[in-house]
């Protein structure tokens, strides 16, 4: 009979050689899962990046040939919007695909991609993520223990309101909106005579119906994959800001990856960022016409004034941001 400290010896000589040989099999795979990896993102199941993430997790498997499973949860199973990030430090969330809104309360310089009426198209937006600029932003994050992995789009951010059409930016004066965490929204709206207040999207749909909140200002995709266009009759296509995703992971739960998995999760983020743009884009557009049928009001806005009237949010956010990113920026979209 095998006593109990040789029994105790062998099960924990067993688990260690699991640990130490995660791959095997051709190619250097195994057919069967070896790490289960947990990914969420900011945002229902009703949306379509939940989909473009099950692409990805798809791919991933492919890639390692069954080895990485992950698994794809939405806003609330695994935590708050709020908390998400908290959780990718800590490695209770291994992925997650966030908005830049909430990375800004982290890592404050990231918000000047959140400054009011930056980008005046999705090229320009794009040409800087894509480049050094974007790099750089991405290389901030290890320090407080994430890695980027490469950028998305959740769409523009609009303004849609129960029952006011906000042409003019003096027709946001005493409007309650919510806005997410980052500093730089609740300045904007601020500036522009408006009440913001933050509140988990989670809850949103609540506080709308109550009229704790007369507005919100979330991507048009947000409103119909959460349901708001049940409480909200008004669409103000102010496109104050080109809404940053980013592709995340925990660095601690990374680092600990084979090489061959890591290879295989940045290789596949490459095509994320095309399908999470291609298909915001054309989703977006389906909304529209969607909302229209619906009879919803599509209000376009004077974009030039609402520019002018939130300048001043600029020069607050300088210092913050810091003057060489800030020029940088506003060089590369021509600003002026």
């Known amino acids: 009979m095998i006593g109990r400290r040789q029994l105790l010896k062998a099960t924990t000589s067993g688990l260690a050689a699991s640990v130490a040989m995660p791959f095997v099999g051709r190619s250097g795979f195994a057919a069967t899962p070896t790490h289960t990896l947990k990914l969420t993102f900011a945002d229902t ?3 379509p990046l939940y989909e473009v993430l099950k692409r990805f997790a798809d791919d991933v498997q492919k890639r390692t040939s069954g080895a990485i499973e992950i698994q794809v949860f939405s806003i609330g199973q695994l935590g708050s919007g709020t908390n998400i990030l908290t959780g990718l430090q800590t490695g209770i969330i291994d992925l997650c695909a966030h908005t830049s809104g909430f990375i800004d309360a982290i890592f404050p310089k990231f918000q000047v991609v959140d ?3 930056l980008f005046p198209d999705v090229a320009s937006a794009e040409r800087l993520l894509d480049g050094p600029t974007g790099a750089k932003l991405l290389d901030m994050l290890p320090t407080k223990g994430i890695y980027g992995l490469g950028y998305g789009h959740w769409g523009w951010r ?9 042409v003019e930016p003096e027709d946001m004066r005493g409007l309650k909106i919510r806005v997410q965490p ?3 929204f609740a300045t904007t709206f601020r500036t522009l005579g408006a009440n913001p207040v933050a509140i988990d999207l989670t809850e949103v749909y609540l506080a709308l119906s109550q009229r704790v909140i007369d507005s919100i200002e979330t991507p048009m995709i947000s409103v119909a994959a959460t349901k708001h266009d049940e409480v909200v009759n008004t669409i103000n296509l102010t496109n104050q800001v080109y809404n ?3 592709m ?6 990374f680092d600990a990856l084979p090489a061959e998995a890591r290879e295989a999760i940045r290789a596949a983020s490459v095509g994320l960022t095309k ?3 291609m298909t915001i884009a054309q989703k977006s557009d389906e909304i529209v016409q969607r909302f229209k049928a619906k009879g919803m009001n ?3 806005v004077n974009r030039d004034h609402y520019k002018k009237a939130t300048e001043s949010v600029y020069l607050q956010f300088k210092d913050i941001v810091g003057a060489d990113l800030y020029d940088e920026v506003l060089k590369a979209v021509g600003h002026a």
């Open 298 to 300: 599509i209000v376009e």
């Open 182 to 184: 980052g500093a730089i």
């Open 158 to 166: 609009v303004v849609s309101t129960i029952d006011r059409k906000l």
């Open 248 to 253: 995340m992971a925990s660095k601690a739960k």
């Open 275 to 277: 399908d999470w743009r």
């Open 244 to 246: 940053v995703g980013v």
């Open 115 to 117: 400054l009011p009426f």
């Open 45 to 47: 199941q009703s949306h």
